[in-house]
């Protein structure tokens, strides 16, 4: 995956945290790279959600974040200075995509920012890919009556029946599963193969 650095003038960011030095100084930082933001240390709502979100993992909690199992609908980053492994699990189960340490160096902000955002992003392909592929593997059952039907219709193996609808589906430029449908449905018949 090739980076392409991401530029957040104009991101909405939302701070997660009880206001201090830290955040002031993540504030600040932030507001030098072109995005707004807004601190609050209590639960984010689910209905104005912000480009990013960067969270105190030291003292956050389970519904502090509107969303469940890591499915963060935006970049996340866990601003923490405990080493205890329940509070960086308890970051990961959020969804942080980076980390920010504490005490906050203006140095390590940018870096968590674009690592946030690309981890997001691969997380989201990652997801719309199976999601892609559960539906093709739910439509299998069409395909496998589409061959059962080529296979009945023209005296033909499995093998060959596959291939006819593979072909099909290659020239129309079709999912196989879309084309098999269409054999189904008696709407295609496959006239110029076999």
């Not at 650095?5 to 997660?16: E, Q, S």
């Not at 020239?171 to 449908?181: C, S």
């Amino acid at each position: 995956m090739s980076l392409r650095t991401p530029n957040f003038t104009g991101w909405r960011a939302t701070i997660l945290a009880e206001s201090d030095g830290n955040t002031e100084r993540l504030g600040r930082q932030l507001a030098l790279l072109g995005l707004s933001v807004v601190r609050q240390w209590h639960p984010l709502g689910a209905e104005a959600l912000p480009d990013l979100v960067l969270v105190d993992a030291d003292q956050g909690w389970d519904d502090l974040l509107p969303w469940e199992g890591g499915a963060a609908p935006c970049p996340v980053i866990a601003i923490l200075g405990s080493e205890a492994p329940g509070r960086i699990d308890w970051a990961i189960r959020q969804g942080a995509g980076a980390i920010i340490p504490k005490p906050v160096a203006a140095s390590a902000i940018y870096p968590a920012l674009v690592l946030a955002h690309s981890i997001h992003e691969e997380r989201a392909a990652k997801a719309l890919r199976i999601a892609n592929l559960e539906e093709r593997l739910k439509l299998r059952p069409v395909v496998y009556a589409a061959i059962q039907r080529l296979k009945s219709e023209r005296m033909i193996d499995d093998e060959r029946a596959y291939g006819l609808l593979r072909d099909g589906a290659m020239r129309r430029r079709l999912p196989i599963e879309q084309l098999a449908a269409f054999v189904i449905g008696g709407s295609e018949t496959l006239r110029e193969v076999g």
